[in-house]
């Protein structure tokens, strides 16, 4: 099965700096990679999403990078503010399915000091 | 964009009886909705694959006759914690695929402690 691999596990980082959390997996059927950002005690909330015919997107200060190849995939934060501040997780699924399922990287605790 | 609903956000139950936990798509169909739990610090294990119409499929090590799964309707879903104990204790997260756009979208999550 799918195992995905995230990096680092806690990151600390000056507002207004960028933040890059990074991801791996090892199924190579894997071609639908969202990010997750989940504050304490709620639900997962999608803050972006990549699929695999594409290298890179972009959401205002958020953007995702793939690397199909190397099977590796980044999330970037820039000019970071404090409400940033939360555990992020990525996750991979093979898409076109509605029985497949989303295996998710142990998480990324981003804490943005004022 | 997808909505998904889940009740309670809270519940808190005594030893030995059972709970019940309701994930609904409001906007969109969802034949196929996941069920996670999740441990303070750490990330979503998913506990089931639930069908709409038929029998759920779980992950291993998930004990089917604890967590009763039903998906009776293409907008609901319900987790049963039967017979709960201090160790079901944990926070329970619902997901459905959006099939418009292959999306997963989650509820707001469920903490369940059991007394």
């Known amino acids: 099965g799918e195992n995905v691999e995230q990096h680092p596990s806690t990151l600390s980082v000056q507002e207004g700096d960028s933040a890059v959390i990074k991801c791996t997996y090892s199924d190579s059927a894997s071609n639908y990679f969202p990010w997750y950002k989940q504050e304490l005690g709620k639900g997962p909330q999608l803050i972006i999403d990549i699929r695999s015919n594409v290298g890179e997107k972009k959401d205002q200060r958020i953007a995702v990078t793939l690397n199909k190849t190397a099977k590796h995939f980044s999330l970037h934060i820039t000019e970071t503010q404090p409400e940033d501040s939360a555990v992020y997780f990525c996750?991979?699924?093979?898409?076109?399915?509605?029985?497949?399922?989303?295996?998710f990287g142990k998480g990324t605790l981003l804490t943005v000091n004022p | 964009g997808a909505v998904v609903s889940q009740h309670p956000s809270r519940v808190i139950c005594k030893s030995g009886t059972s709970v019940k936990i309701e994930c609904r798509s409001l906007d969109f169909q969802a034949t196929t909705m996941f069920w996670y739990r999740q441990f303070p610090k750490q990330s979503l294990m998913l506990m089931a694959t639930?069908?709409?119409?038929?029998?759920?499929?779980?992950e291993q090590g998930v004990e089917k006759d604890k967590f009763l799964i039903n998906h009776a309707s293409l907008t609901l879903s319900t987790l049963t914690v039967t017979s709960a104990h201090p160790e079901d204790s944990s926070f329970y997260i619902c997901?459905?695929?959006?099939?418009?756009?292959?999306?997963?979208?989650f509820g707001s999550g469920t903490r369940l402690t059991v007394v």
């Open positions: 997901s459905a695929r959006d099939l418009r756009d292959y999306g997963y979208t």
């Open positions: 996750a991979a699924s093979p898409s076109g399915g509605s029985n497949y399922k989303l295996t």
């Open positions: 639930s069908n709409e119409g038929s029998k759920a499929t779980y």
